[in-house]
């Protein structure tokens, strides 16, 4: 039975890896798949899933007026399908979930969706708060802080390298732009007891 699956984590944990290699196991058996990531974030190239170690993959992309139910019944019209995966799956709208939600269950296609949880503030993005709460399965792809512990946070940094408490929830960027800590960590990163809460 097919399912919706949300894999999340933080920046720079690995997750279009796991994406990758599950897509390439299917490849190995002969099973077609559908990859589709966020049309904005172009860093690996527009239409492309890349990863950090050097592997990547053509993909399609959605920008947020897609109805990916239709896209991925499109795509089926094509041929067979045997998974969609989902990169940047943060960047979905709360409908375009539900959409993916209706593949699954209408179509009985599986979907593996790839995200981060919360952005640099600490909140959740539109897509994986809608995905916590519809995902039929949640698995953290975990990495570190500098620490040694889970980070489950991660802090912006700005082109001098200090912390920016405030700004717009996307913005596009890597290792350049991003560090993952733990909460502890991200805390004091922000001085979040004093200033947010």
Same mark, same amino acid.
């Given at each position: ?67 990916l139910f239709r896209k991925v019944s ?11 995966? %989902? /990169?940047?799956?943060?960047? *979905? ?6 959409? &993916? $939600? ?6 009985? #296609? ?7 949880? %919360? /952005?640099?503030?600490?909140? *959740? ?6 995905? &916590? $709460? ?6 953290? #792809? ?9 980070a489950s946070m991660v802090v912006r ?41």
């Amino acid at each position: 039975m097919a399912k919706l699956y949300f894999n999340y984590s933080t920046m720079n944990a690995g997750k279009s890896t796991v994406l990758l290699q599950a897509a390439h196991n299917y490849a190995e058996r002969g099973m077609q798949t559908y990859l589709l990531t966020a049309q904005f974030d172009n860093r690996a190239g527009e239409g492309r899933i890349a990863s950090r170690i050097g592997i990547g993959a053509e993909a399609d992309t959605f920008v947020a007026s897609d109805d990916l139910f239709r896209k991925v019944s499109d795509r089926l019209n094509d041929g067979p399908c045997a998974c969609v995966f %989902v /990169d940047e799956a943060q960047f *979905l709208s709360q409908k375009q979930v539900w959409q &993916l $939600a209706r593949v699954v269950d209408d179509l009985n #296609v599986p979907v593996m969706a790839f995200g981060l949880r %919360v /952005d640099f503030m600490g909140e *959740l993005f539109p897509g994986s708060a809608a995905l &916590l $709460a519809l995902a039929d399965e949640m698995r953290e #792809v975990r990495t570190i802080c500098f620490c040694g512990k889970k980070a489950s946070m991660v802090v912006r940094k700005d082109g001098e390298g200090n912390v920016v408490s405030g700004g717009d929830q996307v913005q596009i960027g890597g290792n350049e732009s991003y560090v993952s800590l733990c909460r502890r960590h991200w805390r004091d990163a922000m001085n979040s007891d004093d200033t947010l809460f």
